[in-house]
């Protein structure tokens, strides 16, 4: 049971029935896809969400599946908490996580859109998935493509972190590594997609994909007690999660699950790649490429595909953004997981340390309250902060040696030497 329309172009509004298609043969829009929400507003109850999976697919009224979802049967409704002492450090009171750093299968919020994208290109026919990806895609791709029995191709930049190839190959995925960036993986994979008869599922299928991070928004707005927060701050690669997010808002509104949407949505970018941040700076509505150069490779894209959406986005609902340096962002890191006990990638650093700067800067009032998004697992990406974390204190396995080396060179405080 489907509530799908089909699709319909994001720019002239032109309609398209339900295929493997992503630009408007008219304009070159970007295709999107097309509810029909008077009839899931029949249906769709707060009690009837709470009853369903501890999944995304909760919300799968809201999703563009017609059958049963085939994977990420497990992946989403992921943590949303307090956090308390974050938000002491940085003087909020309400201030979240929602954390997506321990999404299922494969620790990160592209576990969400892979299940979909995965579900519907099985309904399309597929038998070969692929995608181009900066990192988390890759690793969920291949762990979710490898369940459903499709043969896969996977196709990265060069240069990714160690955490991120490891995955791919594991679960016995092609890994294509490309001497390129991002943007010349993906235009080498819009090619190949002309070619061959395979879902890829962030270019031929993306307008499904992309649908999956809707969830993220959902649940934030669930787990909040159906309200939205009054600022959340959002990772932009391509810009489509942060897109996606403003979208559930609207969604809920529309359908009535919620009174009223009363969220500013804030853009986190690292400074080495802030195209979007650096537009909406400009007040201009054009995004101009750059070339990335940033320890946040996940979100390494330098002509972001939603860039211009995730603008509107953040003008609609009143909110900004801001760019972080790699140093910024290795402190994000290690304040989130010194005050709270969570080990982000970098990613994460890059939303902590851009919340911490919109705090300070006023942009975000401390009076209100602000859901930080956590999208990956600092597991993936430990070069990041390997060189700034310290090392072990080595000792001998002596009480001598210990004493000797901890008591005696460490600036530990004097009150945890109390003997017994
Ligand atoms: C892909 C990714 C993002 C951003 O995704 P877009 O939807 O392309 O903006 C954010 N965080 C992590 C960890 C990612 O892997
Ligand atoms: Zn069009």
Same mark, same amino acid.
């Given at each position: ?230 600022? $959340? ?61 940033? $320890? ?67 942009? $975000? ?56």
């Amino acid at each position: 049971m489907s509530y799908v329309k089909g699709l319909k172009c994001r720019e002239c509004h032109r309609h398209y029935p339900v295929q493997a298609v992503y630009v408007c043969e008219f304009c070159f829009g970007s295709l999107e896809v097309d509810y029909d929400y008077d009839r899931i507003k029949s249906v769709l109850t707060r009690e009837k969400i709470q009853s369903g999976p501890a999944s995304i697919w909760r919300y799968r009224e809201l999703l563009p599946i017609d059958g049963e979802p085939i994977v990420g049967l497990h992946a989403g409704f992921t943590p949303l908490f307090k956090a308390h002492n974050l938000g002491k450090e940085l003087g909020l009171k309400e201030l979240y996580i929602k954390d997506d750093s321990v999404c299922h299968p494969t620790l990160s919020f592209k576990d969400r859109v892979v299940a979909v994208a995965l579900t519907k290109a099985k309904e399309l026919g597929f038998r070969t998935v692929a995608c181009a990806s900066t990192g988390n895609l890759a690793g969920s791709v291949s762990a979710q493509a490898a369940l459903a029995g499709f043969n896969r191709f996977v196709f990265i930049p060069a240069d990714l972190e160690v955490g991120k190839i490891v995955g791919p190959l594991t679960y016995g995925a092609n890994l294509v590594s490309v001497e390129g960036n991002y943007d010349e993986v993906n235009r080498l994979c819009a090619e190949i997609a002309a070619t061959y008869r395979w879902a890829f599922v962030n270019v031929n299928i993306r307008p499904y994909y992309a649908e999956g991070s809707k969830t993220y928004g959902y649940e934030v707005m669930e787990q909040l007690g159906w309200h939205t927060p009054d600022n $959340i701050v959002v990772p932009v690669a391509s810009g489509s999660l942060l897109v996606k997010i403003w979208k559930a808002f609207n969604e809920f509104k529309k359908l009535g699950l919620i009174n009223e949407v009363t969220c500013k949505i804030h853009a986190a970018q690292a400074f080495g790649c802030c195209p979007v941040v650096t537009a909406l700076k400009e007040k201009s509505d054009i995004i101009k490429p750059v070339k990335p150069k940033t $320890i946040a490779k996940s979100l390494a894209i330098g002509n972001p595909a939603d860039g211009p959406y995730a603008i509107d986005a953040m003008r609609e609902s009143g909110g900004t953004g801001e760019s972080v340096t790699d140093e910024e962002i290795i402190e994000g890191i290690k304040l989130l997981a010194r005050t709270e006990g969570i080990f982000t990638e970098t990613a994460g650093g890059v939303t902590v340390a851009t919340a911490k700067k919109l705090i300070e800067q006023g942009a $975000i009032s401390k009076k209100e309250s602000c859901v930080i998004c956590i999208t990956g697992n600092g597991l993936k990406t430990q070069e990041a902060v390997n060189d700034h974390i310290g090392k072990p204190y080595r000792i001998k396995p002596t009480l001598d040696s210990f004493q000797k080396t901890i008591r005696n060179e460490a600036k530990i405080k004097p009150d945890i030497w109390e003997t017994r």
